[in-house]
């Protein structure tokens, strides 16, 4: 995991879009915004998977493979839909398995922060926050998706600012 400010460029969203110079953005920033990370190690990969969802009751997983071979006939709608700034109701959490990708999540100053993803990331999105995802120019990323309850991932667009999982979240990090 790399975090950095993203720089606002209207061009491909698949490319890196670091400003040059780059401004990293660290683990201990990226926490203040409600946003936690682990990398996992290869070796006992399953056991930490484990071990993170029992301490953090989640409850279910599936396997999600974004590209063109995984999401088929849905593939240009899905990236379109991830893509858009939306926040969602419950965590979103992945751990990347295979491949290479994106997620932008907005800073506590409304600033786009990019955090690229690879293989033993796993990431932790808070109910509340305004992000996006998407893969970069390798268009291939495999994740396992856990969920504390039943799955729910309806994707609420912006602006959803009167929604009271986006209130409780500023809440939340107000007070960090
Ligand atoms: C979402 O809701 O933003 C996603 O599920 C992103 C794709 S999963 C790697
Ligand atoms: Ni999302």
Same mark, same amino acid.
């Given at each position: 995991m790399r975090a950095y400010l993203y720089d606002n460029l209207d061009t491909d969203c698949r490319l890196p879009h670091e400003l040059e110079p780059s401004v990293p953005v660290s683990a201990e920033e990226l926490a203040a915004s409600g946003v936690l990370y682990w990398k996992l190690q290869d070796e006992n990969f399953e056991e930490q998977i484990d071990k993170i969802c029992e301490e953090r009751n989640y409850k279910n997983r599936d396997q999600i493979t974004v590209s063109k071979e995984g999401l088929g006939a849905l593939f240009d709608?899905? &990236?379109?839909?991830?893509? /858009?700034?939306?926040?969602?109701?419950?965590?979103?959490?992945? %751990?990347?398995?295979?491949? !290479?990708?994106?997620?932008?999540?907005?800073?506590?100053?409304?600033?786009?922060?990019?955090?690229? =993803?690879?293989?033993?990331?796993?990431? =932790?999105?808070?109910?509340? &926050?305004?992000?996006?995802? !998407?893969?970069?120019?390798?268009?291939?990323?495999? %994740?396992?998706?856990?969920?504390?309850?039943?799955? =729910?991932?309806?994707?609420?667009?912006?602006?959803?600012?009167?929604?009271?999982?986006?209130? /409780?979240?500023?809440?939340? &990090?107000? /007070?960090?």
């Open positions: 709608e899905k &990236i379109k839909t991830f893509f /858009a700034e939306h926040l969602h109701e419950d965590e979103e959490i992945r %751990a990347i398995l295979e491949g !290479t990708g994106y997620f932008d999540i907005r800073d506590r100053q409304d600033r786009w922060v990019r955090i690229k =993803v690879e293989a033993g990331d796993l990431i =932790v999105l808070p109910a509340g &926050i305004y992000h996006r995802f !998407t893969l970069d120019t390798n268009n291939y990323l495999k %994740a396992m998706r856990l969920f504390k309850e039943d799955p =729910v991932w309806t994707p609420l667009n912006r602006p959803c600012d009167e929604n009271p999982h986006r209130k /409780a979240y500023l809440e939340v &990090i107000a /007070a960090n």
